[in-house]
């Protein structure tokens, strides 16, 4: 298997322009995360999916930021409009199953100027 | 709310030194616990897992992690350290089957292993 696969692995982007993160996970695995890292808040989880359905989204900053799973091989973080402070590596993960390990994409690292 | 604490920023130890690097959690029933490794510009590599069993995990590369569960602690350990375990680990834990699964890291503990 490929492991989690993140797109693009670099973006940049001007302020108030939209956009959107994609992760494929592991095939087979029904637990999908969103993470955030930053140097100043850590690794911050955003969202969590389940069986393609979001579980919490407690962790999603603000309406600027949204999260789908329209099927169980592909998601995506759109955020809109972008700004600066939303500069950060963004990952995914996926599991399979509620109690395992999960497994990290290599992240997309996103600057907004 | 489930919560995992790592107080140290940074661990020092020498090569072929032990090491610890220590975590805390807070979680209602019994916890899944987790530690990963992150090397510069990659994502997060698991090392190891406590799910139940003995509280002496190991895991990849050589370390091990013991679960204790009166001090709800799961320090990780390496009977003896390599400058390439120099890295960012993370200890993380999970609520069990029944609460809503999340997966929640700690602040991170960065590593160096000097010559």
């Known amino acids: 298997d490929a492991g989690v696969i993140q797109s693009p692995r670099h973006e940049v982007t001007e302020m108030g322009q939209e956009v959107t993160l994609r992760c494929k996970p592991i095939?087979?695995?029904?637990?999908l995360f969103w993470y955030r890292q930053t140097m100043m808040r850590g690794l911050e989880l955003l969202i969590y999916?389940?069986?393609?359905?979001?579980?919490?989204d407690s962790g999603m900053p603000e309406d600027r930021f949204s999260a789908k799973m329209p099927n169980a091989s592909f998601s995506t973080l759109k955020i809109q409009p972008s700004e600066p402070r939303d500069s950060a590596v963004y990952f995914c993960a996926s599991s399979s199953s509620s109690y395992t390990e999960a497994f990290f994409g290599q992240g997309t690292r996103l600057t907004v100027v | 709310a489930q919560s995992v604490a790592q107080p140290e920023d940074q661990v020092n130890v020498a090569e072929g030194n032990p090491l610890t690097v220590k975590c805390t959690y807070s979680v209602s029933g019994n916890p899944y616990l987790f530690w990963y490794v992150q090397y510069p510009n990659r994502g997060l590599q698991f090392l190891l897992k406590y799910i139940t069993g003995d509280n002496l995990v190991k895991g990849s590369y050589g370390f091990e992690a013991e679960f204790n569960k009166s001090q709800t602690s799961f320090h990780l350990k390496k009977p003896s350290a390599l400058v390439s375990d120099s890295a960012l680990y993370f200890c993380a834990v999970r609520d069990p089957p029944g609460g809503y699964n999340k997966l929640i890291f700690g602040a991170g503990t960065r590593l160096a292993v000097h010559p």
């Open positions: 095939s087979g695995h029904n637990s």
């Open positions: 999916f389940n069986n393609n359905v979001p579980i919490d």
